[in-house]
C-alpha cells in the first residue's frame, strides 16, 4: 500500500507519496491560495498526481492547521481563516472520491517523529510545535492521542499566568503569548524598543535586557513544559518548529524544566527533530 501525505500550510501545500517500505518516491510543493475552494482543487490536483505515480492503491492523510469538531465536522482553531467553520474532510472526501484521515500539524509532527525521527523506539512521545504558534501532539505506541474533545496535547492554550497576555483564544496567561515567535519579538521589543526577528535576537544575549529577555523566555519554557511533563509523563520530548533551533533549550532549557519536574528523578528526554520541516508532510502519509 502507498501513501499520500499533503501538508496544508499558510504559505505552501506540500504533497509526498511513500512506497510500502515507507521511502519517498515523489514530493511536491506549491504555494497555498487563501480561497477555501482553491485550496479543495490544490489538494485534489496534488492527490490525483501522485496517485499515478503509485504502481498500487493508495491511502492519503493529510495535516491540516486547526482541528476538526467531533461535534460539527467542520474545522476550528485554524490560523488558516478561510477553513474555519468549513467541512474540509468531508468535501476532500467527496472530491477525491474516497475516506481520508486528517490531523493538526502538531498530531502529524509527532506520529512522524514516533515513527521515523528522533523519538522512534519510545512508547509514550510528546511532540511539541513552538514556532508562530505554540501546539503539541501526543503519540502512544505508534498511535494519535486526540482525547475526547481531539484537543489532547494542546499546551499552547494552558494557563502559567493568571490575569497575565491577553490570547486569541479569549483567555490570558496562555503559554503561547509568551513563548511562540511573535510573543517573544513582542516582549524583545517592550525590553529594548527594538523591532528585531527572533534569529537576530538570540544572536547575541550579553546586554542587561538581552538577559532579562532570555531568563523569561526559559521561565515561561520550563514551567509550561514541566506541567505537561508532570500530567503526561513522556518517555520522550520532541521539539520542533522554528523555536526548535535554538540551542539553549537543549542545555538550560532542560535543565530548569528539570527543576519544576514534580519527581526525584528528573530526567525525561528533550530532543531536537530529525525530520525539520518535512515532518509534517511525512506523518500526514502515515495517518
Known amino acids: 500500500m502507498f501513501k499520500i501525505g499533503i501538508d496544508l500550510g499558510g504559505t505552501k501545500t506540500e504533497a509526498v507519496l511513500l512506497d510500502e517500505d515507507l ?10 491560495v487563501q480561497d477555501y475552494k482553491k485550496i479543495i482543487e490544490t489538494v485534489s490536483s496534488l492527490v490525483n498526481d501522485l496517485k499515478s505515480k503509485a504502481s498500487g492503491k493508495t491511502t492519503v492523510g493529510v495535516c491540516a492547521p486547526g482541528v476538526t469538531s467531533q461535534k460539527t465536522g467542520l474545522i476550528k482553531n485554524s490560523n488558516t481563516q478561510c477553513l474555519i467553520g468549513m467541512p474540509l474532510q468531508k468535501d476532500l472526501e467527496i472530491v477525491l472520491g474516497q475516506k481520508i484521515s486528517m490531523e493538526n500539524d502538531a498530531n502529524c509532527f509527532a506520529m512522524a517523529e514516533a515513527q521515523l525521527g528522533a523519538a522512534k523506539n519510545y512508547d509514550v512521545v510528546f511532540g511539541v510545535i513552538m514556532g508562530t504558534g505554540v501546539g503539541g501532539g501526543i503519540v502512544i505506541n505508534g498511535k494519535i492521542h486526540g482525547g475526547r474533545s481531539n484537543i489532547a496535547g494542546e499546551w499552547g492554550h494552558h494557563i502559567i499566568r493568571p490575569h497575565g497576555n491577553k490570547c486569541y483564544c479569549g483567555k490570558s496567561g496562555c503559554v503561547e503569548t509568551y513563548i511562540s515567535g511573535p510573543a517573544l519579538e ?5 525590553l529594548t524598543g527594538k523591532s528585531q526577528p527572533l534569529p537576530t535576537i538570540i544572536e547575541n544575549l550579553s546586554n542587561i535586557k538581552a538577559k532579562e529577555w ?8 520550563a514551567i ?4 505537561v511533563i508532570n500530567i503526561l509523563d513522556p518517555d520522550v520530548v520532541v521539539l520542533g518548529g522554528g523555536l526548535s533551533n535554538i540551542p539553549f533549550l537543549y542545555d538550560e532549557g532542560k535543565s530548569l524544566v528539570y527543576k519544576n519536574i514534580f519527581s526525584d528523578l528528573a530526567d525525561t528526554p528533550i530532543l531536537k527533530n530529525n525530520l525539520g520541516d518535512s515532518a509534517g508532510v511525512i506523518g500526514a502519509s502515515l495517518l
Open 224 to 227: 509550561g513544559l514541566a506541567n
Open 214 to 221: 532570555k531568563k523569561e523566555f526559559l521561565e515561561n519554557f
Open 186 to 190: 513582542r516582549r524583545w521589543k517592550e
Open 23 to 32: 521511502e519517498i518516491v515523489e514530493r511536491k510543493r506549491v504555494p497555498t
